[in-house]
């Protein structure tokens, strides 16, 4: 089975292009054990993980199941469809409005997961912890005891975090005293132990080893909620599934066998669509249809089929647009109104793509090269704006959130520019155990760089046809 699994102060300096960076050392990700959970607002001080999973080249390592031969950095970067040189992935630099802000640091391990909202930021690290930043400052945290925190959404008034374990926990914020309480997990307690008394409650999930359906066997990896109107949260997991959680009741309305390794990412997104993507390469768009009171999903389409890993999503909140990062270091997109066709691929990272955030016109890439690519799309073309450098180690996670008088005032407290120029603020989590924050820009690339876009900057190839040897094209509707 392959793992996609691969978070420092310090200022970014802007460079043509990553360059001279250690491949680093893959790791398996730890499993932890242990009963209640702990709310509090103190400072934590759970310790790092020791020594850290870095601190070696992969050469320090032999034999086919070396964590290093089962890493997607063992891939080749050569893609199926095209060739590049060196010259064609030269990248602008950091463009003007666009900087880093600051450094958030704590001793508490690798950072795998984050979501903002406001000037509320969440971490999830393999300590454990969710750490809890306000105006980018050490807010408390709280903790749970179901191991590496792998994803974190934020839905209305609660947040859902998604662990090591399987386990889906459910918080809220105390209107009395600010602390973060767990008022739940997917599924209930109850519906566990109701349904645990039915056998036909059961399903296989590996040889000789049967499981109830309406929990995960296996490391939960991503979150995905629909709007509030339809109120519905997704889940896809290593043990090939994802499952859908109505959030009013925590109940688990339909689980999906929906690939044949690790689902690595999900996203629900317009018209009743769901787009998965997985360690088996492919990605995959289903149709939500409501069955009473329940869901039904239907797979669509296959949109890609090749042997890299697929480890992120993100679809445009501007255009029918859904992107795909990959272990090749390659993101492809599909575009359309009526269908969706391969629309090209943005090349430019020199190892796996783990995430991906996409905002107004811009897109954003972060990678296992350590560096984060600002990409805008215009009329269907795709230009890079910036690479983003700083981090030390891959980066595992992304958010962005639009700047308000809120972020402005403290990136001025920071850099002691109070121009407000750059209309978002991203949060990069990396396995150097730092996040990042960053001010960007989003204007177009020839108003930036003083010119058009150039060969150097755009890093896009629009393919003609089907470059999959499967059909890339479905219906929205």
């Known amino acids: 089975m392959r793992d996609s699994d691969g978070e420092g102060a310090g200022g970014g300096v802007p460079r043509s292009h990553p360059s001279n960076i250690p491949l680093p050392m893959s790791h398996s990700d730890p499993n932890y054990?242990?009963?209640?959970?702990?709310?509090?607002?103190?400072?934590s001080s759970s310790s790092a993980t020791g020594g850290g999973f870095y601190n070696d080249y992969p050469s320090s390592f032999s034999g086919e199941c070396s964590p290093y031969n089962m890493s997607p950095w063992n891939q080749t970067m050569a893609s199926p469809w095209s060739h590049h040189s060196e010259a064609s992935m030269a990248a602008p630099a950091m463009a003007p409005g666009t900087s880093l802000i600051s450094s958030l640091v704590r001793e508490e391990g690798h950072i795998y997961s984050l979501a903002a909202k406001g000037d509320?930021?969440?971490t999830g690290s393999d300590s454990k912890n969710i750490r809890v930043w306000r105006k980018q400052k050490d807010s408390g945290g709280f903790k749970s005891s179901s191991g590496l925190v792998k994803a974190i959404v934020i839905s209305g008034e609660r947040i859902f975090t998604g662990h090591q374990d399987g386990k889906i926990r459910v918080w809220k914020v105390s209107p009395k005293n600010g602390l973060h309480k767990r008022v739940g997990s997917l599924p209930r307690l109850r519906d566990f132990l109701r349904g645990s008394l039915n056998p036909s409650n059961y399903v296989e999930v590996r040889k000789n080893r049967s499981a109830l359906w309406i929990r995960h066997s296996d490391a939960v990896s991503c979150l995905s909620p629909t709007d509030a109107g339809q109120g519905l949260l997704y889940s896809g997991s290593w043990d090939r599934t994802f499952k859908v959680w109505r959030i009013s009741d925590s109940k688990c309305l339909e689980s999906v066998v929906a690939h044949d390794d690790n689902v690595n990412a999900i996203v629900a997104a317009y018209d009743g669509l769901v787009f998965t993507g997985s360690a088996d390469g492919t990605v995959k768009v289903w149709k939500r249809e409501v069955q009473g009171k329940g869901t039904k999903h239907s797979p669509v389409q296959t949109l890609l089929k090749q042997e890299h890993a697929v480890n992120a999503l993100a679809v445009s909140a501007v255009a029918p647009v859904l992107y795909c990062g990959s272990s090749d270091g390659l993101v492809n997109c599909w575009e359309g109104d009526s269908k969706l066709v391969h629309g090209g691929v943005l090349r430019g990272h020199k190892k796996a793509v783990f995430c991906l955030a996409a905002v107004g016109a811009l897109l954003f890439s972060g990678s296992a090269d350590n560096t984060i690519m600002v990409w805008r799309r215009d009329a269907g073309v795709h230009s890079c704006?910036?690479?983003?450098?700083?981090?030390?180690?891959?980066?595992?996670?992304?958010a962005v959130v639009e700047y308000n008088k809120e972020n402005v005032a403290a990136a001025a407290a920071e850099t002691g520019d109070n121009s407000g120029v750059g209309r978002w603020i991203v949060y990069s989590g990396s396995l150097d155990k730092s996040i990042k924050v960053w001010r960007v820009t989003d204007e177009p690339a020839d108003t930036l760089l003083g010119g058009s876009v150039g060969e150097g900057s755009q890093m896009f190839d629009r393919y003609q046809g089907d470059p999959f040897g499967a059909s890339s094209s479905t219906s929205f509707r």
Not at 35 to 43: G, L, V
């Open 33 to 43: 054990s242990g009963t209640d959970d702990e709310c509090s607002n103190r400072q």
């Open 120 to 122: 509320a930021l969440y």
């Open 385 to 398: 704006l910036s690479v983003l450098s700083g981090h030390t180690e891959p980066i595992r996670c992304l």
